[in-house]
């Protein structure tokens, strides 16, 4: 397991300039928002506005703090996400306008179509309520899990809030256990070829 605490995420304006974005991770190391084959952040979203478009990228979206966001999509009926729920998936090349009813923080999860797949879900957990990791069983499977309020707990290290834990699910342990009452999100990333 490797511990990516919120001091070391990298900041940065979105690909549309409307805003701020803090990345977690991202593959290869050292790619840019261009060449990415996959990339996990967060953001806070403080106007109504568009999204940026990523033509060929997969991504899901979810609420984590504060307002509801409602995305427009041209292709699509509205759907309006609050804190806490589900992510939407979406393909990053159609048109998004987002509009909100107050500021608000989001957790973002894109993978390049033709390289990479991911499944991202919500984890709300109890004080010392455990969460197994799901077993997929692909081929260079690997797992983050951002801690958005709490503390989760994989194996002997602890993942506080704002900070994300990296794992290889072939190697690493299968349970997150909350500390606390406890809320993240369990992000899953695997290549497709």
């Not at 977690?24 to 050292?30: E, F, K, L, S």
Request: charged share 20%; with cysteine; hydrophobic share 50%.
């Amino acid at each position: 397991m490797k511990l990516i605490p919120a001091v070391a995420m990298r900041r940065m304006p979105w690909k549309n300039g409307g805003g701020v974005t803090t990345e977690i991770a991202i593959a290869p190391a050292g790619a840019t928002l261009d060449n990415f084959d996959w990339r996990v952040s967060t953001a806070q979203v403080d106007a109504a506005g568009p999204f940026s478009r990523f033509a060929g990228i997969d991504r899901s979206l979810a609420v984590i703090a504060g307002g509801r966001l409602t995305m427009h999509r041209a292709d699509a009926e509205a759907l309006t996400l609050a804190p806490g729920e589900a992510p939407a998936r979406f393909p990053g090349e159609v048109d998004v306008h987002a509009t909100l009813d107050a500021p608000l923080s989001d957790f973002n999860v894109m993978t390049r179509r033709d390289a990479w797949a991911h499944h991202a879900e919500a984890i709300a957990l109890a004080a010392g309520e455990r969460r197994s990791l799901p077993r997929l069983h692909r081929r260079g499977m690997q797992w983050l899990v951002y801690c958005v309020h709490g503390v989760l707990s994989i194996g002997a290290d602890d993942v506080p809030q704002g900070a994300a834990a990296w794992l290889d699910a072939e190697c690493d342990a299968d349970t997150v256990v909350a500390r606390v009452g406890s809320v993240g999100y369990l992000v899953g990333l695997w290549p497709v070829a």
